[in-house]
Structures are given as structure tokens and as C-alpha cells.
């Protein structure tokens, strides 16, 4: 079975979003082990270069080091669905997903990451970026399994 641990800088409080999360995640159990780290701070720096390193401190103390560590950043490798369907499916492995915060990821992180994946050129915010990711979980899932839910090419 394949392990995630999906771990994310939290900026806001619960939101409309999370129903849809949960809904994903729960599809998705059949298939995969999730474990949903949140991290949480309330502090304040005085530059944007220690908020980064703040993060990425919290972030390190959650990485399981025997997984492999894929990090969403926009200067990582665009995918197709169906590439990050192998990446994550055509393995059995264990997996750390990490999502940054406002600012991104600390180098620290990047540098600890087995690949670094981007979704668009584009901006999101991270309520709505953990929403496409746990979606192309499932579409990926749904490519790997044959599910009409993924509308392969002809």
C-alpha cells in the first residue's frame, strides 16, 4: 500500500475546503495510507528570509527520512497527470509530500527533496493547492486503476 505524509504550512483557519479534502482523502483510503501533517505558527519575523527558515526548520522535524521526498515549488518539473500517476502509483513506496508556505520553500527543504514538482507558472493559494493535489491523488489513482473518472486519450 502506498504511504503519504503530506505535510503543509497552515496559514488560515478551517475553511469550506476542508469537506472537500476530507471527501478526496477518503476515497482515496482504499488505496493509500495518508498522515496529514499541519503546522501551525503564530509568530512574526522581521524578514521574509526568516519566516522561509522558520518553516523550513518546522518542516524538517516532520520529514520521514526513509521516504521519498517530493516538494511543490514553482521551479520544479511540470507533469502531465498521467506522469505524476507513475510517479506516485507505479511504485509501492512511502512518500513525504510537502506544500510550503506563503513565501515557499527554504533551500534547505529543496535540497533535502528526491524531486521538485510545479503544478502551473502560476500562484495558488495553498487552501486551494492542497485541494489540486489531493485531486490529482485521486485522478492519478483513477488513471491507475482504469476509473472513468480520468478520461484517457483514444
Known sequence: MISIRLIYIQNSKKNKSYQ?????IKRLNHSIKFDVKA??????FSS???LIGYEGNLI??????SRTTICFDKEGDMLTSKKFSE???????QFNLVIGGTYGLSNE??????RLISFSHMEFAHDLFRLMLLEQLYRGHCIKTNHPY???EK
Open 20 to 24: 472537500f479534502e476530507d471527501d478526496l
Open 39 to 44: 503546522l501551525n505558527h503564530k509568530k512574526k
Open 48 to 50: 521574509v528570509e526568516e
Open 60 to 65: 524538517s522535524k516532520e520529514l520521514d527520512h
Open 87 to 93: 510517479v506516485i502509483f507505479n511504485t509501492s513506496g
Open 109 to 114: 527543504i529543496k535540497l533535502k527533496a528526491d
Open 150 to 152: 480520468h478520461q484517457n
